[in-house]
């Protein structure tokens, strides 16, 4: 059987940001849809950038990055915008709209789709529920805690059931309980289908979910048994 097509694909792919040294540095990495991953690293180490480079809110500088089987060097602005309406991103510093309520800002990729309203709204208020935020509807993200900005961020980034999801850092702010219930949430969009990314300084979900391990440092992936010298060190 031909093997199949990864959904992300990195062939020796530089980052520099301006003209300062490279922050991602010969990146090869084939990732498949219906996997998980974490992506771990010290802070500084290249863990947002790539995941930047992800949902091509950057470009790359060299080698060769294709997403969906598509190289994002070669594809029109409108390829893109199509593009990112297939990636779920939760970003580290969540992007909520704080002139739209916590409903609108969740429902606001159908929107993008062209999704009716009522049905987005009904999406947008299962949603909210599940990360017990069903009394927060009408809130704006600016008078909510840090904790329940993240669910609202991480609400927005699931609710197309996207084939690619990227989270950065998702859980810092909440209590360990709604952590687990989030990763679970992560765990059920792997299990449908979608290819997770989160990022991560949290070692005890790395630990205990066991799953495939992307490790950073000096924006370089450093193999397995390196890893653990790292993060002790
Ligand atoms: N917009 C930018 N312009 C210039 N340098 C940048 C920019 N964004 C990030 N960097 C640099 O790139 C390197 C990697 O940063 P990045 O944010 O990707 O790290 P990270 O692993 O996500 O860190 P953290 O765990 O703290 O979130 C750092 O040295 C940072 O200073
Ligand atoms: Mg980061």
């Known amino acids: 059987m031909p093997k199949e097509e990864p959904v992300i694909s990195f062939d020796r792919v530089m980052l520099h940001y301006g003209e300062g040294a490279p922050v991602l540095r010969n990146i090869s990495l084939s990732l498949y849809k219906k996997s998980f991953h974490f992506l771990t690293g010290a802070s500084g180490a290249g863990k947002t950038s790539l995941l930047r480079l992800l949902y091509v809110g950057i470009r790359h500088s060299s080698g060769k990055l294709k997403i969906f089987g598509k190289d994002v060097s070669e594809i029109s602005r409108e390829e893109q915008c199509k593009l990112r309406q297939r ?29 009716h309203t009522k049905r987005r709204e009904h999406q947008a208020k299962e949603i909210l ?9 009408n ?3 600016d008078t909510l805690s840090g904790g329940q900005k993240q669910r609202v961020a ?7 059931r996207p084939d690619i999801l990227l ?43 066991h799953y495939n391990e992307i ?18 060190s």
């Open 215 to 232: 490790h950073l440092k000096h924006g370089c992936i450093v193999e397995k048994d390196q890893v653990e010298q790292d993060v002790t």
């Open 154 to 160: 991480i609400a927005r980034a699931v609710i197309t």
């Open 139 to 141: 809130a704006r993200p």
């Open 87 to 115: 990636i779920g991103v939760v970003f580290q510093d969540l992007n909520l709209l704080d002139h739209l309520t916590v409903l609108e800002n969740v429902a606001l990729p159908l929107k993008v789709i062209g999704e």
């Open 167 to 209: 989270a950065d850092e998702p859980t810092g702010s909440v209590d360990e309980k709604i952590a687990n219930k989030l990763m679970g949430l992560f765990y059920g969009m792997y299990k449908m289908g979608t290819c997770v990314v989160v990022a991560t300084h949290y070692r005890q979900f790395v630990d205990k979910f």
């Open 129 to 137: 529920d599940w990360v017990g935020l069903g009394n927060c509807f």
